[in-house]
């Protein structure tokens, strides 16, 4: 078990140094997640009342194609040089390196999520969250579902070679449930109310995420 948890480590060490050597978060999706709180700000705006109500979804839509195009490109530059190879010749069980991929993602949508939420308050001058400690738990446990569902779709992308965009909408056919939950999670935290019964929903697509993801990685890679 300790050697399983040090492959992991080691293994979600290597993917966020390459992701900040590479920029590929700040280069395109910090950008992509600019761009859609502006654009929603435009739309959607200067009520402040209809921009508290919609910011919750935009960054969780956000986080969500995010998600998927920051793992594709990952998938896609480790092919590219040989790195997804050698990963899957070492000695290292497949569950290990989807773990330790999901969790380096992962590290990378909170900050996304918390950089988003900073910028809706700062643009649309929103209200400060009312109960913080709630709102970071719907954060971290929204998070750590997009970040499997996002390694396992950049799986599939890589495995069959393709860049279309079949894959953001089936991840937002899959993902409907958390983004169901972490949206009125959200909401119910920004506006002060308990957030519990969203958790539930949220803890239960993680654990189906996380499980399902670790069952099927083993089986892209083999492809």
Known sequence: MTAYLRNVAALAAKDLRTDLRARHTMAIVMPFAVMLLVTSGLVFGPGRTMLIQVLPGIIWLGALFAAVLASERSFENECADGALLGLILAPVPRGAIFTGKAIALTAQLIVLEAGMMLLGVILFD???????LELTVVMFTGAAGLG??????GAFASATQTRSGVFPLLALVLAAPMLLGATRGTAAALGGEDPGDWLSLLAAFDLIAWSLGALLFESVLED
Do not use: E, K, S, T
């Open 126 to 132: 929103l209200p400060a969250m009312a109960r913080p």
């Open 148 to 153: 499997a569902l996002g390694v396992l779709f």
